[in-house]
T-cell receptor, first 111, second 116 residues
Framework: AQTVTQSQPEMSVQEAETVTLSCTYDTSENNYYLFWYKQPPSRQMILVIR??????QNATENRFSVNFQKAAKSFSLKISDSQLGDTAMYFCAFMKNQFYFGTGTSLTVIP | DVKVTQSSRYLVKRTGEKVFLECVQDMDHENMFWYRQDPGLGLRLIYFSYDVKMKEKGDIPEGYSVSREKKERFSLILESASTNQTSMYLC???????????????FGPGTRLTVT
């Protein structure tokens, strides 16, 4: 089975600052997908960003971007200009035949 | 917008009861999934289905079964609920390979089940 590791259980960032959430994974596969999901307090899990492993270019969605290092099996999420609404649990996920999720990072944006 | 709904947000059951958790999606997705979410453990896959009447075990299927009689509906069944099944249960659906949204999972709001 693949494993996904998020080594930061909790993080905080000042509003308007930039924060990076780390994620590493272990796989022998060459083609796969990677995702970051966000789960706000008491709200539904939603997709933040996705990356196909065959694409070298890092994915970007507005204030969210990833740093995908395939050789290092690393997939970090950068949030720029942090907003109060970014406060949530963030899950990194690996997909090949089935999804494997990390244990999550609880991010708090401080006003 | 994709909508995934779950029959209950909160549920309290007694040990030994048979419990049904229902999930319905309205996007004609082939793939559906059941996870449980526990603090410090993230999401763990219980069962998934890539087609009607088809089911596959995930990482923690023990104590659970599933039913998929129609494409839009995927039910999780706890045959005899136990206290260690107290958890948040999340249903998700996704489209298969091909296209820009391949494999993106859309989640329901979750059912917080307490077994006493």
């Amino acid at each position: 089975a693949q494993t996904v590791t998020q080594s930061q259980p909790e993080m905080s960032v000042q509003e308007a600052e930039t924060v990076t959430l780390s994620c590493t994974y272990d796989t022998s596969e060459n083609n796969y997908y990677l995702f970051w999901y966000k789960q706000p307090p008491s709200r539904q899990m939603i997709l933040v960003i996705r990356q196909e492993a065959y694409k070298q270019q890092n994915a970007t969605e507005n204030r969210f971007s990833v740093n995908f290092q395939k050789a290092a099996k690393s997939f970090s999420l950068k949030i720029s200009d942090s907003q109060l609404g970014d406060t949530a649990m963030y899950f990194c996920a690996f997909m090949k035949n089935q999804f494997y999720f990390g244990t999550g990072t609880s991010l708090t944006v401080i006003p | 917008d994709v909508k995934v709904t779950q029959s209950s947000r909160y549920l309290v059951k007694r040990t030994g009861e048979k419990v049904f958790l229902e999930c319905v999606q309205d996007m004609d997705h082939e793939n559906m999934f059941w996870y449980r979410q526990d603090p410090g453990l993230g999401l763990r896959l219980i069962y998934f289905s890539y087609d009607v009447k088809m089911k596959e075990k995930g990482d923690i299927p023990e104590g659970y079964s599933v039913s998929r009689e129609k494409k839009e509906r995927f039910s999780l069944i706890l045959e005899s609920a136990s206290t260690n099944q107290t958890s948040m249960y999340l249903c998700a659906s996704s489209s298969p390979a091909g296209g820009e949204t391949s494999y993106e999972q859309y989640f329901g709001p979750g059912t917080r089940l307490t077994v006493t």
